[in-house]
């Protein structure tokens, strides 16, 4: 449990770190790219976009392909199975069936 402790701890302070560095490295790039003339800069935002662009359409390529060959099931997997439901019917009846010993004596 210690070492648990120890490591999320290390963990936590390596990524404050790490964030305080790429932070400021984002600042004094965007300094260096902010000296560039509008034209060049409206290019690269044209072509960043472009890129989401298509790595979204990538993504939903994917999921489709993924969708197809993997078919949904055709009950729901979140909740209780159908073995369960019965393991509940069962359990209620032997209660019910011991309550009901109890107020004939």
Do not use: N
Request: charged share 30%; net charge positive.
């Amino acid at each position: 449990m210690i070492r648990r402790g120890f490591w999320l701890l290390a963990g936590a302070a390596g990524g404050i770190m790490g964030y305080r560095r790429v932070s400021s490295l984002t600042r004094q790039l965007s300094v260096t790219l902010g000296a560039r003339s509008q034209p060049q800069k409206t290019a690269v935002r044209r072509h960043w976009a472009r890129e989401a662009i298509r790595f979204t359409r990538d993504v939903r390529e994917g999921m489709d392909l993924y969708s197809a060959r993997h078919p949904r099931a055709s009950r729901p997997t979140l909740g209780p199975g159908p073995r369960a439901v019965e393991s509940t019917a069962s359990t209620a009846s032997t209660y019910r069936d011991a309550h009901d010993e109890r107020e004939d004596h």
